[in-house]
C-alpha cells in the first residue's frame, strides 16, 4: 500500500521479502505504477510536443573518457531552454548523457542513479561496467511504447572500467539496442556534425586536456551546422558540461574550466571559422 | 484435548524481552560516537564482508547488533524504504527520525505479535546534519521503543557497561581519532573489568562526515587509513590532538 511510504507503519512485506537487489524490480512488483515504463498511455493522434535535448558526445583518452553536452533544449523551432543540464554522474565511475524528449530523459536518468545506488547498497559492491551499461539498455527498452508516439529517449553512456582500467563509451538505439564505441561517440541532432568534426580530430594519444578541448571542439561544429544545438552563450556565460572520468572517479568541469576552454575555441573560430584542419596525408 | 496453560500478559512480554535479550547479548557490543566531523561507528567485527554498520541513504546510517539474518533484512527493508521515498518526493525528505519510527514500529508490531518470534537485535539509526548540533542518533532496542542519544551510545550484549564508561569520557568536538581511540578503549573492556587487545584487523569502523563534498556521506575506513587514525589517537592520549586531518 502507497500510505505505507507515507504513514510511520510496519514496513510492509515486501520491503522485507528477500529479493532481487535492484530498486526497478522492487518498484514493479511493490509499485509498478511509478515505473516509466509501466504508465498507461491515452491514444494518440501525431505526435505530442515537448521539449527536446539535442547534442551529447564522448571521448575516450588513456586513463579515462569524457562526457559533454550542450544546453539547449528546443521545441519545434523554439528554443525551449536555453540552460538545461543534459550530463548526469551515474555513480561515482560513469556518467550519462542524455538527448531525446527531456521530461522522460531527466526521469530516466533518476531512476538510473537510483537504480545503481541501490544496488550498490544492498549488495555491498558496484555493479561492472557492462552491468550498467545492459541496465540502461533494460530501461530504454522499457520506454519503446512511448519512443513510438515520439517521445524516445538516446542516452549515451560512459565509464570508467575499473577491471579493465580504461574508459569505455556506449551508445544507444530507441530499443535499447545497445553498442560500445571505439574512441568517439555522439548522439542528438547534432550528433552527425559532431561525429564528423571528431573523427578528423580524434587521436588515440590524447591527454586529457585535448580530449576536453576536443569535445568542446564538436559542439560547436554540431551547434554551426544544426539549429537545435546550442554553441557557447558568451552574453549569458552558458558554457557546455563537460565531464572527465577516470580512475579518481567522476569529475565536472567549473563553469571557469568550460568556459576558458570555449573562449579560446571561439577566439581561434574568429581567425579560422571552420575550425582545426587535418592535415591532407 | 489439553487446555493450555494460562500465562499471564506480563510474564509472556517478560519471556519475549528475556529471550530478545540473550540473542543480543550473544553477539559483541558496537558504539556510535559524534566527533567534530560527524559520526563514527566502531564495532567489533572478524568477517570482511559481513558488515554491522552499512549506509541507508545520502546522511543516514545504520549500526546492528544481534542476529545478522534479522538485522540484514531490516537493513534491505529501510533501504528500499529510503530509496523509494527520496523517489516518490526528494531526496531531503528521507530522514532518520522517520526511518526511525518505521522501525521502531516494525519491531513493535513483531514483538508483540504471539504469532512471530521476537527479533534478536538492537538497531542504530543515526543522520549526520550540517552542524553537530543537526545530528542524530537513535537506538531501537528489540521491544520497538526508540531513544533519541546524543553524544555517545552503545549497543549488544554488554552495552549498559560500555555506556557508562563512554558517558564519562566522551566530549563534544572530539576529532576523529580521538573519537575512535574511545570507542576502542570501551569495547575492549571485559565484563569482568580486564582489558583485551583488539587488533585493527578485526575492528569495523565507518563514518558519516559531513566534510565529504559528495551528497552520500556515508564511508568505510579501512587498511592504512584506519592504522593511521589509531596510531593517531594512540600518539596524542592526553595532548591537544593535531588537528591534521585524516582525508586521503
Redesign the interface.
Known sequence: MEAN?RS????PAA??T?GSSS?MD??SD??PE?LPGKRQLPPTQGVIEAPHGTTIVAVTFPGGVVLAGDRRATMGNMIAQRDIEKVFPADEYSAVGIAGTAGLAVEMV??FQ?EL??FE??E?AQLSLEGKANRLSTMIRSNLGMAMQGLAVVPLFAGYDVDREKGRIFSYDVTGGRSEESGYAATGSGSIFARGAMKKLFRADLTEDEATTLVIQALYDAADDDSATGGPDVARRIYPIVTVITEDGFRRLTDEESSEIARSILERRLEQPDGPRAALL | MSTPFYVSPQQAMADRAEYARKGIARGRSLVVLQYADGIVFVGENPSRALHKFSEIYDRIGFAAAGKYNEYENLRIGGVRYADLRGYTYDRDDVTARGLANVYAQTLGTIFSSAAEKPYEVELVVAEVGETPEGDQIYRLPHDGSIVDEHGSVAVGGNAEQISSYLDQRHQDGMSLAEALKLAVQALSRDTNGTEREIPAERLEVAVLDRTRPQQRKFKRIVGRQLARLLEAGGATTEAESSTEDEDE
Do not use: A, C, I
Request: positive net charge; aromatic residues 14%.
Open positions: 511510504t510511520t507503519g510496519r514496513l520491503f522485507l528477500p530498486f522492487f518498484l511493490h509499485q511509478l533518476k531512476l537510483l545506488e541501490h547498497k544492498v555491498g
